[in-house]
């Protein structure tokens, strides 16, 4: 078994016949709360399987096998979904876009990466990936502490070399520049 990955966040209850909000955490929700899926819980317990799902007002409602009413989805608040990272597939799969040069990858891809400006001076280590409704950030540790957060778009993020341990980024005047 591989590493856990975030894929939601169970919120509140919506109705009283057992759906409840989810905060997703995937690019492909559409393949991760597909009607048969099976999710894990983060910190154990029994998984659960979607029975359904759909977008309403911008959200994503999930309804789950044995969950049947207001009480129970309400029990479900607070949880954390995650699936095994050996199931995960490729990070293009469900990714309907004509881009064509498979500049996908998951995450835990990119933690760990060396961050290199263009003329190769060492930024740090990414940390994280920080998803906002603007976009993506990448979180990169500096060497004597703190963190830059850069915008991870390909403008300033050229290239990304998973396998050589690296990403190069070309930052715009004034974006590393910290006190």
Not at 69 to 95: C, M
Not at 102 to 120: E, F, M, Q
Not at 143 to 163: C, K, N, Q, S, Y
């Amino acid at each position: 078994m591989g590493e856990p990955i975030v894929v939601g966040r169970i919120g509140k209850a919506h109705g009283i016949r057992g759906d409840v909000t989810v905060e997703v955490r995937t690019d492909v929700p559409e393949l991760r709360f597909a009607p048969g899926s099976r999710l894990d819980r983060s910190g154990g317990g029994p998984s659960l399987v979607v029975a359904g799902s759909r977008w309403h007002s911008g959200r994503m409602l999930v309804r789950f096998d044995g969950v049947a009413d207001r009480t129970a989805a309400e029990a479900l608040r607070g949880v954390v979904l995650t699936i095994d990272s050996d199931r995960a597939g490729d990070p293009s799969a469900g990714v309907e876009t004509d881009d064509a040069d498979g500049d996908y990858w998951w995450d835990r891809d990119l933690v760990g990466l060396r961050a290199l400006t263009t003329d190769g001076r060492l930024v740090g280590e990414v940390t994280d990936v920080v998803h906002t409704p603007a976009g993506e950030l990448l979180a990169i540790g500096r060497p004597g502490g703190g963190e830059h957060l850069v915008p991870f778009v390909r403008d300033i993020v050229p290239t990304v070399d998973p396998a050589g341990g690296r990403l190069v980024i070309d930052p715009p005047s004034g974006l590393l520049d910290l006190d």
